[in-house]
């Protein structure tokens, strides 16, 4: 277990800049998401980490010592692909052993050590099958297996998951999940796919275009996203422009009041923004903040009914209850719940 530390981490190809600047500072025995588009920069991060890839400027630590230097053999990080590169014509024991093998581990040790992986990968008694007669799944565990029977300081995960079916995946992330937290070990892990992030990391790293959006906790990329693009990528469009002054914003349609203790933007002008589940579809009236919009569609969604709303020119979309009855082109009221509003920079 290990706390890795990226210092201005920059990695430059030709006149790309794959990854910009990156600060992060990841907890002994934390797990943290790589999350971002297609092309961000995310794997090419993770190959510094682990030393497939120099950096063009910029420092890595382990336990506060600086690792760019040490080859990637010694530095304890072990990387999980997205395409399990098993050993086809050995054994399932042999693939997950082979680590271990070039240690000079001694035999007996090496199959005890063996045994005890293919048990918390839920793989008992495979020790003999071969690589090829395994299913997908069977074979990432093994390389999952194959990662951590040498106890790496570090384990990287490049979207493990991304070739298996929805139901695989689902099993797999709770598999890793449970070995991390049993193992403790400090686990990065590289994803595109939102909802994984937010179901198995402590931390998030949000990248666009190889620059470092938001580092938080999961729910932060939902209560309190830093930027328009950060609400985007969590699925949240509904924006209202307004001025700040003081515990309320004035906008178009009307006075809102704030918490100050839950926004982070200062006087000005913001944009307002609440969630689509946060959105107060039957208020009473009575109630501040409450305003009012015109329906422009509606979809039933078997769970709930999904609306889009036309906001003072913007369009929302909130969630409602499945037997919501609304018509398109009706003007309705809506509440923007004081606890659940944030403030956006308006640029
Ligand atoms: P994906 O989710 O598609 O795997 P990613 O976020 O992991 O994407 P990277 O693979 O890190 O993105 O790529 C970041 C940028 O660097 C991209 O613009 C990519 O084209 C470029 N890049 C990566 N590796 C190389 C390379 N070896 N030579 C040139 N450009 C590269």
């Not at 909802?195 to 949000?206: F, G, N, P, T, Y």
């Not at 039933?300 to 929302?316: E, N, S």
Request: hydrophobic fraction near 40%.
């Amino acid at each position: 277990m290990s706390t890795v530390v990226l210092r201005d981490l920059t990695r430059r190809f030709g006149n790309v800049t794959a990854v910009d600047r990156l600060n992060l500072e990841i907890e002994s025995g934390e797990l943290v998401a790589f999350l971002g588009p297609s092309g961000c920069g995310k794997t090419t991060t993770l190959r510094m980490i682990t030393g497939l890839l120099l950096p063009t400027s910029g420092d890595i630590l382990f336990d506060n010592k600086s690792i760019i230097t040490i080859p990637t053999e010694k530095r304890g990080a072990v990387m999980v692909f997205q395409k399990h590169l098993l050993f086809p014509t050995m054994s399932v024991g042999q693939n997950v052993g082979f680590g271990l093998k070039m240690q000079g581990v001694a035999k007996q040790e090496i199959e005890r050590r063996v045994d005890e992986m293919l048990e918390l990968v839920k793989l008992p008694g495979f020790a003999k099958r071969r690589a090829h007669e395994l299913s997908g799944g069977q074979q990432q565990r093994v390389a999952l297996a194959r990662a951590l029977v040498v106890r790496p300081k570090v384990l990287l995960l490049d979207e493990p998951l991304a070739n298996l079916d929805a139901n695989l995946r689902l099993e797999m992330r709770e598999l890793i999940r449970s070995i991390q937290r049993e193992l403790g070990i400090t686990t990065v892990f590289v994803t595109h796919d939102q909802e994984e992030a937010v179901m198995l990391a402590d931390r998030i790293a949000l990248m666009f275009d190889g620059v470092l959006q938001q580092y938080d906790v999961p729910h932060s990329f939902y209560q309190r996203p830093k930027s328009t693009r950060v609400a985007h990528f969590f699925r949240n469009d509904n924006l209202l422009k307004g001025t700040r002054r003081g515990n309320y914003i004035e906008t178009p349609l009307g006075r809102l009041s704030v918490d100050p203790l839950h926004v982070a933007q200062g006087e000005g002008d913001v944009l307002v923004t609440v969630r689509p589940e946060d959105v107060q579809l039957k208020p009473n009236l009575a109630d501040s903040n409450c305003i009012e919009a015109k329906v422009l569609l509606q979809v039933y969604m078997g769970t709930h009914t999904q609306i889009q709303l036309d906001v003072a020119g913007h369009t929302w979309l909130v969630h409602g209850p499945a037997d919501l009855q609304v018509q398109v082109g009706e003007t309705i009221p809506i509440q923007l719940p004081q606890a659940r509003i944030w403030l956006l920079p308006s640029a």
